[in-house]
């Protein structure tokens, strides 16, 4: 079981930066494959990125590649969202998800834990 809690979210002005964390408890932390998703009023969750216990990395390229960094450390079981440059279209609540066999990191089914998430408001 691992239970994870987001951090870091809030009301910053367009253009500004922001940075998530997702502490993560359990001793198996470092081989879970740790995503990053976000999800709109009225839309999907929506991808944004994914980080393997490998440190490979993948991003929502159309999105935030450029303006988004994801890392872990996981000698403190937390994997971290840099989000610089933000836009008022960034705005959502996200969250943080864990899979131990992530074939498709866009794919939310593949993940096996989530936390509850994370506001972030982005205004112009």
């Known amino acids: 079981q691992v239970q994870l809690v987001e951090s870091g979210g809030g009301l910053v002005q367009a253009g500004g930066s922001l940075r998530l964390s997702c502490a993560a408890s359990?001793?198996?932390?470092?081989?879970?494959?740790m995503g990053w998703f976000r999800q709109a009023p009225g839309k999907e969750r929506e991808f944004v990125a994914q980080i393997y216990w490998s440190g490979g990395i993948t991003y929502n390229t159309n999105s935030v590649k450029g303006r988004f960094s994801i890392s872990r450390d996981n000698a403190k079981n937390t994997v971290y969202l840099q989000m610089n440059s933000l836009r008022p279209e960034d705005t959502a609540v996200y969250y943080c998800a864990a899979g131990r066999a992530v074939l498709d990191a866009s794919r939310p089914a593949d993940y096996d834990y989530w936390g509850q998430g994370t506001q972030v408001t982005v205004f112009s």
């Open positions: 359990g001793r198996t932390f470092s081989s879970y494959a």
